[in-house]
């Protein structure tokens, strides 16, 4: 493998690093202290109306303990997906489903680094919708190529050659999440910029044309920037 898919190899893994570092610290810091004094409030409530101070007390203390064990679980789920190798696996799986070999490896590789030291080249920002509890995201954009990480997937690269026409959509999303007994549903829209692929005519349900590839934003200011980089960069 080249010098330059390795380095970027090396640089995608440490930006994992820290994805990870601030996930887990929004966890501690804000997830897991507000769990805790919501369950210990409930939980204290239900034993002063028990009938006793003592008893309040302890069912508080129970609600603490259960806070705990609770932002535990999903912390200890979470890990697994927030590992560095998840990102080079990634990327690995990305561009093996492009079909690129090592020349185009070397030159996706180059472009990145490239897009990554250019402020006119990517754009940063922080995913706040449903599930997403505002962890960074990124869209790098070179001549051939359209990059974002930290979205769904976590990794999502276009190559640029592949794509007949480049188009701005939005979708009316709905989404459900467990907590315990608690079932929260959520309805959104999304955002997307769809990559209409060579060769690619599959139909939905209404007879309209699919996208082949797509990226997705919580937010239209968002996606609209993050269009108007992909139109400037790939123009020249």
């Given at each position: 493998m080249?010098?330059?898919f390795n380095e970027w190899l090396e640089q995608e893994k440490k930006w994992m690093?820290?994805?990870?570092r601030r996930a887990v610290g929004m966890m501690t810091k804000k997830v897991l202290p507000a769990t805790v004094i919501i369950l210990a409030v409930l939980f204290g409530l239900m034993g002063f109306m028990g009938g006793s101070t003592e008893e309040a007390i302890m069912m508080a203390v129970s609600g603490v303990v259960v806070g705990l064990f609770i932002t535990g679980v999903i912390l200890l789920l979470m890990l697994p997906g927030l590992r560095?190798?998840?990102?080079?696996?990634?990327?690995?799986?990305?561009v093996k489903q492009i079909g690129m070999d090592e020349r185009e490896k070397e030159e996706l590789a180059r472009e990145m680094l490239e897009a990554a030291r250019e402020a006119g080249s990517h754009m940063d920002f922080q995913m706040t919708g449903p599930g997403s509890n505002g962890t960074p995201a990124s869209v790098l954009v070179s001549p051939h190529y359209v990059y974002m990480r930290g979205g769904q997937p976590l990794v999502n690269l276009v190559r640029l050659a592949d794509c007949e026409e480049i188009r701005r959509d939005e979708e009316q999303k709905t989404m459900?999440?467990?907590?315990?007994r608690r079932r929260t549903i959520y309805r959104f829209t999304l955002y997307t910029i769809g990559f209409y692929l060579k060769g690619i005519?599959?139909?939905g349900?209404?007879?309209e044309r699919l996208y082949g590839a797509a990226?997705?934003?919580f937010s239209r200011q968002l996606r609209d920037e993050a269009y108007e980089l992909i139109r400037r960069r790939s123009h020249g």
């Amino acid at each position: 493998m080249g010098t330059y898919f390795n380095e970027w190899l090396e640089q995608e893994k440490k930006w994992m690093s820290d994805y990870r570092r601030r996930a887990v610290g929004m966890m501690t810091k804000k997830v897991l202290p507000a769990t805790v004094i919501i369950l210990a409030v409930l939980f204290g409530l239900m034993g002063f109306m028990g009938g006793s101070t003592e008893e309040a007390i302890m069912m508080a203390v129970s609600g603490v303990v259960v806070g705990l064990f609770i932002t535990g679980v999903i912390l200890l789920l979470m890990l697994p997906g927030l590992r560095s190798g998840r990102m080079e696996k990634g990327i690995r799986k990305a561009v093996k489903q492009i079909g690129m070999d090592e020349r185009e490896k070397e030159e996706l590789a180059r472009e990145m680094l490239e897009a990554a030291r250019e402020a006119g080249s990517h754009m940063d920002f922080q995913m706040t919708g449903p599930g997403s509890n505002g962890t960074p995201a990124s869209v790098l954009v070179s001549p051939h190529y359209v990059y974002m990480r930290g979205g769904q997937p976590l990794v999502n690269l276009v190559r640029l050659a592949d794509c007949e026409e480049i188009r701005r959509d939005e979708e009316q999303k709905t989404m459900t999440q467990s907590n315990g007994r608690r079932r929260t549903i959520y309805r959104f829209t999304l955002y997307t910029i769809g990559f209409y692929l060579k060769g690619i005519t599959q139909t939905g349900a209404k007879g309209e044309r699919l996208y082949g590839a797509a990226m997705g934003f919580f937010s239209r200011q968002l996606r609209d920037e993050a269009y108007e980089l992909i139109r400037r960069r790939s123009h020249g």
